[in-house]
């Protein structure tokens, strides 16, 4: 399989000049960035692996203001980086050169709720933890969750197609996003903004930007249709002595839990490890080889009480799990969750994190961490495994004291042949950014490449979106 030679140069675009920033500042009043100190942060993405030196940051309020730019830019052959909440795990919020980045942190208005369909519409910036704070008062929920929850954006999760902890119950943004409305590279509004459910009116435009990393447009709204909130919350945390043991645990739960099985995740004592060492965390329950952390949501709380009741009873007498811990009120969910929502942070106190996000058939994703862990040997600080169980995604983590090419070499392009023995996928929901745009030829076929390299060619002809990210090098040489 073929990795893109990568290109370590600039591309031909215009350098920013005192017109530029004239023309800027005419549009944005106040909100045209160029202290270093202020664009600083807005350089540097959040696992603080890779920089970026633009000089200018832009903050608009208003899709007719990131119209304006764009339009702008593109005439001038200035280079853009989209920014949301900047806690893209691949690289891909941030500028790799002097890219001009346009944050939508400002656009952060919500535009409309329908209580009756459960249809939220906002401006792309909206931060999604108050999104679920603005739903929950009117008793619905995101459909979606991460770690990042507290940052990140909705147009930035949109532009990632994130995954998160709710997608086995709720499906990916695929499905939830019913409208986006988008900026493209020239300045034009296009506007997919749609609330409903059913459209079939020919290709599916707003699919294509799902996922698309800010290469194609900025999304500059969004409408997504959200669930209502359950009644009743449970959240499990178990042990298990063997991976294969978690994996008939899934099964069972999903057989006897059914409808009311909302999250189905993993880690293993790796992870708790470095929880314990890093963050203080304790361990609930006796030491383990791994860990499970399941959720219910339902709409009666007796009824989902009695098929948590009976689902832990078979999963004990049947010896798949060894010890586990059940919380039903909030503040006791909110510790048994951040146990698994804060193993990312816990890695980056352990040293530079390598990190790899994988889609396996279901059976295999823990192999990958023992193949890997003997073939590293004592080369690696720490090797840990943890992630969405329930959509065959693995988080696969190896961390170094500090940055370390030798260990980089004998990392890749391991993990991505391991991965593309099994038909995986060597981004499963972090998307391909910079750090790994140059591997997609592992998961992909050429052609399916190189028909991407078309689409972006048609809507940014002058290739001033994100450009460094997503595609593989190959296609812009
Ligand atoms: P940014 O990081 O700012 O940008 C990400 C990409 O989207 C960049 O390429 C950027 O150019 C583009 N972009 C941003 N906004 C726009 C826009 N309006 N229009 C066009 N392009 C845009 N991801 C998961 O899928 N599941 C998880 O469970 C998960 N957990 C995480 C936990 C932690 C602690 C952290 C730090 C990250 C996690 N992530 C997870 C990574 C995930 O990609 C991001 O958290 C989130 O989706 C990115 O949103 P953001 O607003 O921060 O976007």
């Not at 906002?122 to 009117?138: P, T």
């Not at 409305?181 to 009116?201: F, H, P, W």
């Not at 294969?244 to 057989?255: A, S, V």
């Not at 052609?447 to 997503?470: C, E, F, H, R, S």
Request: hydrophobic share 35%.
């Amino acid at each position: 399989i073929q990795t893109a030679k990568p290109l370590w140069t600039r591309l031909p675009f215009c350098r920013v000049t005192e017109e530029d920033l004239a023309f800027f500042r005419k549009i944005l009043a106040g909100r045209t960035i160029v202290d270093p100190d202020l664009v600083e942060p807005s350089n540097v993405d959040w696992l603080k692996s890779v920089r970026g030196s633009s000089e200018v940051l832009l903050r608009p309020q208003t899709t007719e203001e990131v119209s304006q730019i764009l339009s702008y830019c593109n005439s001038r052959n200035l280079a853009v980086n989209p920014q949301g909440g900047n806690t893209g795990l691949v690289g891909g919020s941030v500028p790799v050169y002097d890219e001009i980045i346009l944050s939508t942190s400002l656009m952060n208005k919500i535009l409309d709720f329908d209580s009756i369909s459960g249809v939220l519409t906002c401006q792309a910036g909206c931060v999604l933890e108050n999104l679920s704070f603005y739903l929950e008062e009117r008793d619905y929920i995101m459909p979606l969750d991460l770690g990042a929850k507290g940052s990140c954006q909705i147009g930035g999760n949109v532009a990632t197609n994130a995954g998160g902890l709710r997608l086995l119950r709720y499906g990916s943004l695929h499905g939830t996003v019913l409208g986006l409305e988008l900026v493209l590279a020239d300045g034009q509004v296009l506007d997919c903004l749609s609330t409903l459910r059913k459209d079939n009116t020919g290709y599916d435009l707003k699919q294509l930007f799902i996922g698309s990393e800010g290469t194609l447009g900025v999304i500059t709204a969004v409408s997504v249709l959200c669930p209502r909130k359950p009644k009743s919350v449970n959240v499990v945390f178990l042990g298990c002595e063997t991976f294969e043991q978690l994996l008939k645990t899934f099964q069972l739960c999903k057989g006897m839990l059914g409808e009311i099985l909302s999250a189905f995740e993993f880690l293993d004592s790796e992870c708790m490890r470095l929880l314990n060492t890093h963050l203080k965390l304790p361990n609930p329950i006796s030491d383990c080889p791994f860990y499970i952390v399941i959720e219910t949501s339902g709409s009666d709380p007796t009824h989902d009480a009695q098929k948590l009741h009976n689902f832990l009873e078979e999963a004990m007498t049947s010896s798949l799990v060894s010890d586990g811990t059940v919380a039903t009120e909030e503040a006791k969910i909110k510790a048994l969750w951040s146990l698994r929502e804060r193993v990312t942070e816990a890695l980056t106190h352990d040293g530079f994190t390598y990190k790899y996000d994988i889609s396996l058939p279901v059976e295999r994703i823990y192999q990958l961490v023992t193949d890997m862990r003997k073939h590293l040997g004592n080369r690696a600080k720490s090797v840990v495994g943890y992630g969405h169980v329930g959509d065959g995604n693995l988080h696969l983590n190896v961390t170094s004291p500090s940055k370390d090419p030798a260990l980089l070499a004998a990392i890749e392009p391991f993990v991505y042949e391991w991965t593309a023995s099994c038909r995986g996928s060597i981004s499963a929901e972090h998307g391909l950014g910079l750090k790994k745009r140059n591997y997609i030829y592992y998961s992909k076929q050429s052609q399916a490449v190189a028909l991407m390299g078309n689409i972006k060619a048609m809507l940014d002809p002058k290739g001033i979106l994100n450009p460094y990210k997503t595609l593989p090098d190959n296609l812009k040489q």
